[in-house]
């Protein structure tokens, strides 16, 4: 058995097609804040932002590569759009924020991804 149309595949290809350097250990993290609408309320109240996603670099050797969380708690599309995101912050690295070099590895990745969900699901 297997998913055969797993959008967070697509994600992963899109990100080693374009950029073969990278690599990560994806994730999911249960403390991540969740998309649905008592929670959404809850944070309105509170004025807590929502973390849907993130990247740990590692300061050291005993952990070579960044860890990219994703929270379990919202939908799968925008899981996927998470990890995109992320990926483009292991892409340009720890200091570079969300400036244009993100951006662009933002875009690219997300593009890729959906080129590659057009032509699976084409497929299925
Ligand atoms: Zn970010």
Redesign the pocket.
């Known amino acids: 058995m297997y998913i055969d149309n797993d959008i967070f595949s697509a994600v992963i290809v899109a990100a080693k097609e374009l950029y073969p350097e990278i690599d990560a250990l994806i994730h999911w993290d249960p403390t991540l804040s969740g998309d649905g609408f008592k929670e959404k309320v809850g944070r309105a109240l509170t004025f807590q932002k929502p973390y849907y996603g993130y990247t740990f670099f590692p300061n050291d050797d005993m952990e070579p590569i960044p860890i990219v969380g994703i929270s379990p708690h919202i939908k799968v599309t925008a899981a996927a759009e998470v990890l995109a ?2 990926f483009a ?1 292991v892409v340009v690295g720890k200091d570079a924020g ?1 400036d244009r070099t993100w951006s662009d590895a933002f875009s690219a990745i997300h593009k890729r991804a959906n080129e590659i969900m057009v032509r699976v699901m084409a497929e299925v």
Do not use: Q, R, S, T
Request: aromatic share 0%.
């Open positions: 995101h992320e912050h969300h």
